[in-house]
């Protein structure tokens, strides 16, 4: 799915307004309809909503929405600043239609200290939409931070008032804290980052038919990871193939005290699909890897570390896992490096070893994928403020290197070469757990061996990654689950995935 500016949101209704046609306050009813089916849907247990109403469209959408949930059954107030009724037309068009119904009471924000909450109570946040340019002060600064304060349920309708949809806000902004936000169309980049994505709680994504040809024909760089994508690049096994037309993949890791990281790596590389797998690791770890892994072959590569990794064509290497960064190790992988054509997956280890010298990071080949969590990519790039500023640097750095970057975050991103930047969405706070990363590496590497190409195997990869860590915890919960439980659950989302694939054809 395509990731919008608030430029080019804008663009998008006005081409939908002129070009469907429909008339902005249908548009505006549209919106709020389906607010209001999610809502009836998602709450019944609730009897009681407060909407919280600003001036411009989002208190438009806010008016629509009590009025039909008033239709429904449900108890609804309405809450707005009577100093400034200054409404846009569509607004006030909305406003006296609420107005004409008498079992829905307006107020004003200044009598919310006197309004009872209860625990059937929802409040719904319409206050401010994308539209918003400064920082929120007065009286709408009071009655966010009031709200903040009541713990009930909340609801944002397109964005949480105070966020910025493209960029960060200040330390100091006032912003609404939801549980749930329902956005239109489209993603909001704010809602993908974690200083600013915890003020929108869960997001959902509502269709609200804007024009299929504006969104088609107009271009972006930024991009969501849904099921379009993935099963566009997904590639049903053939019933005809054999090991040999599913690649070599190695995974290279593993020192004294740290095989448990290759042996992640090995499993996940396994559980993709690739045709060969192959550990190379020090022999400390023949044992547990031939024990714990019989359909892998063991490489030695060292004693109690990695002190040689052979190049093997048309053999596609995952390096880090577990690996150390002692002398031996450090030369081995640069001397590797030196002599690699093809593209590689380097993640952990084998990242804070090319860290310790700037000249390491152009000896990375074309095309070649690295996975680092943010203290990787400081070591790696230098110091940034702000998961908004690391994602820049990841773009030039992206493009200055020719590689693919894997910033490792609770949506993880992928940043290719050409500047495109796809956020995943699958995935969860389970994942938050040491060996996560290298199952990661071993499920890239094995999509890489598999003829994917770089873009589609870290696309592919990320996106497989937090299914199965979605699948693990539902079963065991975010808390419980492990890595080898997402392992495990590889195999159900490729159930699903073949699945949809042939239904899609």
């Known amino acids: 799915m395509k990731i919008f500016d608030v430029q080019n949101i804008r663009k998008a209704d006005l081409f939908t307004i002129e070009n469907e046609p429909v008339s902005s306050i249908s548009l505006m009813e549209r919106a709020a309809h389906n607010c209001a089916e999610w809502i009836f849907e998602k709450c019944k247990n609730h009897t009681k909503f407060t909407i919280f109403c600003g001036n411009g469209n989002n208190g438009g959408d806010g008016f629509a929405i009590a009025r039909m949930l008033y239709m429904k059954g449900f108890d609804v107030d309405v809450f707005i600043n009577k100093e400034n009724e200054k409404f846009s037309d569509d607004t006030f068009i909305n406003f006296k239609r609420v107005k004409e119904i008498p079992g829905i009471s307006v107020f004003d924000f200044s009598e919310i200290k006197s309004y009872h909450f209860n625990e059937k109570t929802i409040i719904i946040d319409a206050l401010f939409g994308t539209g918003l340019s400064g920082k929120i002060e007065g009286a709408y600064q009071k009655i966010i931070e009031d709200l903040n304060e009541i713990k009930v349920s909340k609801i944002s309708i397109d964005i949480p008032s105070g966020m910025f949809a493209d960029r960060l806000n200040g330390k100091s902004d006032t912003i609404f804290k939801a549980d749930f936000t329902l956005t239109f169309q489209f993603w909001k980049k704010a809602f993908l980052h974690p200083e600013t994505g915890r003020f929108a709680g869960k997001v959902s994504v509502l269709d609200i038919n804007l024009n299929k040809e504006f969104t088609d024909k107009t271009q972006t760089n930024y991009f969501t990871i849904d099921d379009e994508i993935i099963l566009k690049i997904f590639k049903p096994r053939n019933e005809f193939s054999h090991k040999g037309n599913h690649g070599k993949a190695v995974i290279v890791g593993g020192s004294y005290g740290k095989i448990g990281a290759v042996v992640l790596a090995t499993k996940s590389a396994l559980k993709t699909g690739s045709g ?8 400390c770890g023949y044992i547990i890897l031939q024990t714990s892994l019989p359909e892998a072959m063991f490489i030695e590569g060292g004693e109690k570390s990695i002190s040689n990794i052979e190049k093997v064509e048309n053999t596609v290497f995952g390096i880090g896992p577990g690996l ?26 084998a990242l804070n070893i090319v860290s310790k010298n700037s000249d390491y990071l152009n000896l990375i080949p074309e095309n070649s994928i690295i996975t680092p969590h943010p203290k990787e990519f400081e070591r790696l790039f230098g110091r940034t403020e702000n998961s908004f500023e ?19 975050d609770h949506h993880t991103q992928v940043i290719t070469p050409e500047g495109n930047i796809f956020y995943n969405i699958t995935g969860n706070s389970g994942l938050a757990k040491g060996g996560s990363g290298d199952i990661l590496t071993g ?62 054809l």
């Open 276 to 283: 060969l797998t192959f550990s190379v690791a020090p022999s």
């Open 324 to 349: 150390g960064t002692e002398n031996l190790t450090e030369n081995a992988l640069i001397q590797f490096l030196k002599n690699q054509n093809e593209p590689v997956v380097l993640d952990a280890d």
């Open 390 to 408: 690391r994602l820049d640097l990841a773009k030039l750095k992206a493009e200055e290197l020719q590689i693919y970057i894997v910033l490792k």
């Open 443 to 504: 499920m890239i590497t094995s999509l890489l061996a598999q003829k994917y190409s770089s873009e589609e195997a870290v696309i592919l990869g990320v996106w497989l990654h937090g299914k199965a860590a979605d699948f693990a915890a539902e079963k065991y919960s975010k808390e419980a689950m492990q890595p080898t439980d997402v392992i495990n659950e590889i195999g159900n989302v490729f159930l699903q995935l073949n699945k949809k694939a042939t239904t899609e």
